[in-house]
């Protein structure tokens, strides 16, 4: 075990990745000479040399393309998207290449690739930047999401991610690249896409929340034990495949569900995530599942209205409140 | 005085720089059946009659084809008669190792590649293993998108390059894509990373009903290549002769670490854009005729004829050919319903096993998917009294 941030295990399973298999190579913008916008490729191209950390031109589509393609005949091109919302010029080829070709090749060719990078709400990037987009992979049969919300997770399940035989979409966040973890140093640590964590055990009501709002949500359960209130928190970790079992085995557990995002709702994984909920423990429900999302507008520049308009932990801590009639 | 200043005046004068360029047009046997033979490509007859007859079965299978959706036998598809030299020219200069990247109109360049006449008819009556190539073809599968597959191919070409692989890839499109970001993302990264691949244009004239002309203000498609460093050659798509010199070259460029080029081949599609298209609406009985003047199989056979390498019963022994295929295709079942939910995720994943089995059992019953004595209770239970999870405990 070391300590390190979020992005020093992000670095270290790409590192490990390459050195175990010279199929895997890294591409997308400034990740080479630059170290990556926000270094998590740091050191990368002087080990591996151009051939495999390659600087591309701004193009999300065309590179996106060109790793769907090199996928294909057998590579496995980890494509940095330097924010996802980059990736909505590569819409296309997410969706209609890189989740298809398995399915319209009738098996014949696999695409092997990850598409990683940072989304969700950051610190003052404004409306274009600052989207949870998983919400759009998510919807898409032959896509698998990753949102890992710690550094042991980054490196376990990016390592996954890049030894996984379909297209995984794996979604960092900005505001989590600096937390510390203790990451475990074994190359071969790895953890299973599809396993969801619970994070905090608790008797009352379960709290589903990751990345920046896994925090708040374990800020809100410690304040609310104080009042009595024992909230387990469960982080999906994997949101396709998502972990359905611990979910579910958890709310019939605690009778109770809090479903946090920090996306805008409307179709959002709160949605899904309370639909699965209903569909499959409605009777061990004793109050209505509720959503905590973000105000459903773009992401405003200002700081105090940024922070106005994503999931509070108070705003939480009512929620909890409202199902547990505490 | 258009640029607002005094030229001979000027202390720094606007100086032309290094591309002013000029774009060439290959042509060795015109409409008239003239032959330059300074250019005629020394093909051996066997690859000569290999090549006709290769364009006479994109032929005669296309009509078939039309005529196979037109009575409701296959689905929509997009003809690609009047192309045939344009294909078959290009795809002629691939080894069988090399890669072949088809948009959604290179029937003729599918079946050289060694796809099989009923496997095209399966993908055009919408069974998902008709898009399915070979485990040893070197071919995409057919990609609809426009301009999508574009990238694709330079993905190919950089694992080659990356591997140290001897091998080429050809990739297909329309002037319809080059009007697409997908097209020059790929070019440009061809270009940057000098990757061994040929882009072959066919350059029909038509994006469904809009004509190049309002597709873009270039004299050229072949002259977008120069924009990113590499070089594009226009050729008389017609002229078997043309697209295949100019293709080998191509080919031999990339295969010696060359870089890319750029192919346009000026041709025509004679044909409705697909099935589902009525070209009277847009373009001219007369424009058609001028075009079927060009025919790029009258002409190639009428080059045939004058070497005395014109095969007989050749055409009969095509259709008996075709038929037997169309046949074998419609002796098949209907598709497998349950094959939808094949090759989504390399593993089936639970929910997706859940929704196959209850399609599986619906199948199988026939009829409602519950048996009389699963049907639930006249009155439902009141709340408190059911069970609705679905979880098992």
Known sequence: MSVMTYREALNMALREEMQRDPRVFLIGEEIGVYDGAYKVTQGLLKEFGERRVVDTPICESGFTGLAVGAAMVGLRPVVEMMTFNFAILALDQIVNSAAKMYYMSGGQYNVPMVIRGPGGPAHQLAAQHSQSMEVYFYHVPGLKVVRPSTPPDAKGLLKSAIRDDNPVIFIEAETLYGIKGEVPDDPEFTIPLGKAEIRREGTDVTVFAYMGMLYRALEAAEELAKAGVSCEVVDPRTLRPMDIETMIGSVRKTHRAVVVEAGAGFAGMGSEIAAFVTENAFDDLDAPVERVTGANAPMPYAKNLEQAKTPSKEKIIAAIRRVCHA | ?393
């Open chain 2, 1 to 393: 005085m258009a640029l607002g200043y005094n030229r001979d005046k000027a202390a720094m004068p606007r100086t032309p720089l290094e591309p002013r360029f000029t774009i060439e047009y290959l042509s060795i046997l015109d409409s008239d059946g003239n032959l330059d033979t300074t250019l005629e490509p020394q093909l051996s007859p066997g690859d000569l009659k290999r090549m006709y007859r290769a364009m006479l079965l994109g032929r005669r299978l296309d009509e078939r084809m039309v005529r196979l959706q037109r009575q409701g036998r296959i689905g929509t598809f997009a003809p690609i008669k009047g192309q045939e030299a344009s294909q078959i020219g290009s795809v002629f200069t691939l080894r069988p190792t090399d890669w072949m990247v088809p948009s959604f109109r290179e029937t003729a360049a599918m079946l050289w590649r060694g796809w099989p006449i009923e496997k095209i008819l399966l993908f055009f009556a919408g069974y998902l293993e008709g898009g399915q190539p070979g485990s040893d073809q070197h071919d995409l599968p057919i990609t609809i998108p426009v301009a999508t597959q574009l990238p694709h191919a330079v993905g190919l070409a950089y694992a080659a390059q990356y591997r140290g692989d001897d091998v080429v890839v050809m990739a297909y499109f329309g002037d319809g894509a080059t009007s697409e970001g997908d097209f020059h993302e790929a070019m440009n990264f061809a270009g940057v990373w000098h990757v061994p691949i040929v882009f072959v244009c066919q350059n029909n004239q038509w994006a469904i009903s809009v004509p190049l002309k309002k597709q873009t203000h270039s004299r050229t498609l072949a002259q977008k290549a120069l924009a990113y460093g590499f070089p594009g050659i226009q050729v008389d798509g017609n002229d078997l002769l043309a697209v295949y010199a100019a293709s080998r070259e191509a080919v031999e460029r990339a295969r010696a670490g060359e870089g890319p080029t750029l192919i346009e081949c000026v041709t025509y599609r004679l044909g409705v854009h697909t099935t589902a298209d009525d070209p009277t609406k847009y373009r001219s009985d007369e424009e058609v005729k001028e075009w079927e003047r060009k025919d790029p199989l009258t002409r190639f056979s009428a080059y045939l004829q004058k070497r005395n390498l014109l095969e007989e019963a050749l055409e009969p022994q095509i259709d008996a050919e075709i038929a037997a295929a169309v046949k074998t295709f419609e002796a098949r079942e209907a598709a497998d319903p349950l094959t939808m939910f094949d090759h989504v995720f390399g593993e089936p994943p639970s929910h997706l096993l859940a929704q196959r089995a209850e399609l599986a059992e619906r199948l199988e019953k026939g009829g409602p998917r519950r048996s009389d004595e699963e049907q639930p209770p006249p009155s439902p239970p009141m709340r408190g009294q059911r069970k609705t999870s679905r979880w098992p405990s």
